[in-house]
């Protein structure tokens, strides 16, 4: 791969990465905003999130090898 491509490909990588992150925290502060009391998430249900994530990065990495 050139490093046109590759800085291209890490760019949108990137600020692809940085919007979902910022959607996911909106979604996250608007539905604690709605309930006018505590997050829309519980420290359970974030760990599960967090750990979804994660297993989608093993999931892209071993795409990646094949």
């Not at 992150?21 to 967090?50: C, H, M, T, W």
């Amino acid at each position: 791969m050139n490093k046109t491509t590759k800085t291209i490909v890490l760019v949108v990588g990137a600020l692809v990465g940085a919007f979902l992150g910022y959607r996911a925290a909106k979604n996250i502060v608007d539905g604690a905003e709605e309930q006018a009391d505590r997050p829309a998430i519980s420290a359970e249900k974030g760990l599960q999130l967090g750990l979804t994530a994660v297993n989608a990065f093993q999931q892209i990495n071993k795409i990646r090898r094949s």
